[in-house]
């Protein structure tokens, strides 16, 4: 039995952590549904994908999330949290697609980057004659003498970030799994694939906490510097950035929808089955979250920026949740 009381210690409105990048759909959805239903919106924290899940994972009741915003999917070590303090049945939700990007001012110089490219700029440790090294590199130059002899600097999300993880697995782990150096030195993959992750710590790479609108502020005062976060972010900010095509392939609505962007991701929302029987509106939150009204190919979180879910997605998510296909119009 769900201890979830609401009395006068208790809160009268649902409760959502998590990822910076899906905070801005949920929050639109949030302010949506309260003018619809009458029901008081509910609460919206970005802190960030890994630090909701330690939250959300807490347990169950008044003092936890209802629902986590995730940039990724959840973690192994996070089920494992969940099952540890009784959660329960946990819904996953994906809302849509993002890109993962690599963008810079527009006074800066354009970068055509690989994923190799980008491993090595990054990189803790790279290949130097058939051993692994501290990076070197401190030039684009370095690394390939098609690129601008400019230097390498970052800034990027922090390592409790959502954006982080999909960055390192999506673009930083394909050019560097398959090293013989790293297979050498990590003959056991899922240590060689934690190494492939490793990102530098000389000051090439700064973090710039939860908040991707901060890093686009540090992008505008230093056009040298490349940022690392959601294709949202650069859509909202196209007049004074641009990307840099990764592969050869540039961000864009139709390359992250089909996949041949190669640091595309799906977002997520995950539910407490638990909470969704006790905490009023929770359900028909949910239901406005994965309407046709908000996320159909016209919905209102795609001019937020959002790449919607494809519509089988959508409709499996509804089933799910017992929502089945009536939508919200």
Same mark, same amino acid.
């Given at each position: 039995?769900?201890?979830?009381?609401?009395?006068?210690?208790?809160?009268?409105?649902?409760?959502? @952590?998590?990822?910076?990048?899906?905070?801005?759909?949920?929050?639109?959805?949030? !302010?949506?549904?309260?003018?619809? &239903?009458?029901?008081?919106?509910?609460?919206?924290?970005?802190?960030? &994908?890994?630090?909701?899940?330690?939250?959300?994972?807490?347990?169950?009741? /008044?003092?936890?999330?209802?629902? @986590?915003?995730?940039?990724?999917?959840?973690?192994?070590?996070?089920?494992?949290?969940?099952?540890?303090?009784?959660?329960? /049945?946990?819904?996953?939700?994906?809302?849509?697609? +993002?890109?993962?990007?690599?963008? =810079?001012?527009?006074?800066?110089? %354009?970068?055509?980057?690989?994923?190799?490219?980008?491993?090595?700029?990054?990189?803790?440790?790279?290949?130097? !004659?058939?051993?692994?090294?501290?990076?070197?590199?401190?030039?684009?130059?370095?690394?390939? #003498?098609?690129?601008?002899?400019?230097? $390498?600097?970052?800034?990027?999300?922090?390592?409790?970030?959502?954006?982080? +993880?999909?960055?390192? !697995?999506?673009?930083?782990?394909? #050019?560097?799994?398959?090293?013989?150096?790293?297979?050498?030195?990590?003959?056991?993959?899922?240590?060689?694939?934690?190494?492939?992750?490793?990102?530098?710590?000389?000051?090439?790479?700064?973090?710039?906490?939860?908040?991707?609108?901060?890093?686009?502020?540090?992008?505008?005062?230093?056009?040298?510097? @490349?940022?690392?976060?959601?294709?949202?972010?650069?859509?909202?900010?196209?007049?004074?950035?641009?990307?840099?095509?990764?592969?050869?392939?540039? %961000?864009?609505?139709?390359? $992250?929808?089909?996949?041949?962007?190669?640091?595309?991701?799906?977002?997520?929302?995950?539910?407490?089955?638990?909470?969704?029987?006790?905490?009023?509106?929770?359900?028909?939150?949910?239901?406005?979250?994965? =309407?046709?009204?908000?996320?159909?190919?016209?919905?209102?979180?795609?001019?937020?920026?959002? $790449?919607?879910?494809?519509?089988?997605?959508?409709?499996?998510?509804? &089933?799910?949740?017992?929502?089945?296909?009536?939508?919200?119009?």
């Amino acid at each position: 039995m769900l201890l979830f009381v609401q009395s006068a210690h208790g809160r009268d409105h649902m409760r959502i @952590v998590g990822s910076s990048t899906v905070y801005p759909f949920v929050a639109t959805v949030a !302010e949506r549904f309260s003018d619809r &239903t009458g029901i008081t919106a509910p609460i919206v924290e970005s802190i960030g &994908t890994g630090a909701g899940f330690m939250e959300f994972c807490k347990g169950v009741g /008044e003092r936890t999330p209802d629902m @986590v915003n995730a940039s990724r999917p959840i973690k192994e070590s996070e089920r494992t949290l969940c099952n540890d303090h009784d959660v329960g /049945e946990i819904y996953e939700i994906p809302i849509g697609k +993002d890109g993962v990007v690599l963008a =810079s001012s527009k006074q800066g110089a %354009p970068l055509p980057l690989t994923l190799s490219h980008i491993f090595l700029a990054l990189a803790a440790k790279v290949p130097h !004659e058939g051993k692994l090294i501290a990076n070197p590199y401190k030039n684009w130059h370095d690394i390939d #003498p098609a690129l601008p002899d400019a230097p $390498i600097l970052f800034y990027g999300p922090a390592a409790t970030s959502g954006t982080r +993880d999909a960055f390192v !697995e999506l673009a930083m782990q394909p #050019p560097c799994e398959h090293l013989p150096e790293f297979i050498a030195a990590y003959p056991d993959k899922s240590a060689r694939g934690k190494a492939c992750h490793m990102l530098r710590e000389d000051g090439v790479y700064s973090e710039a906490g939860e908040n991707d609108n901060l890093i686009i502020q540090k992008l505008v005062l230093n056009p040298k510097t @490349v940022g690392i976060f959601g294709f949202s972010y650069l859509e909202q900010n196209a007049h004074s950035l641009m990307a840099h095509p990764v592969n050869g392939v540039e %961000p864009s609505y139709d390359s $992250i929808f089909t996949g041949s962007y190669p640091i595309a991701r799906t977002l997520f929302v995950y539910a407490k089955e638990r909470h969704m029987r006790e905490v009023k509106g929770m359900r028909e939150f949910l239901d406005e979250l994965t =309407s046709d009204t908000a996320l159909a190919d016209d919905g209102y979180l795609v001019w937020k920026g959002l $790449i919607p879910p494809k519509a089988v997605d959508r409709i499996n998510a509804r &089933t799910l949740l017992g929502l089945g296909n009536k939508q919200i119009k």
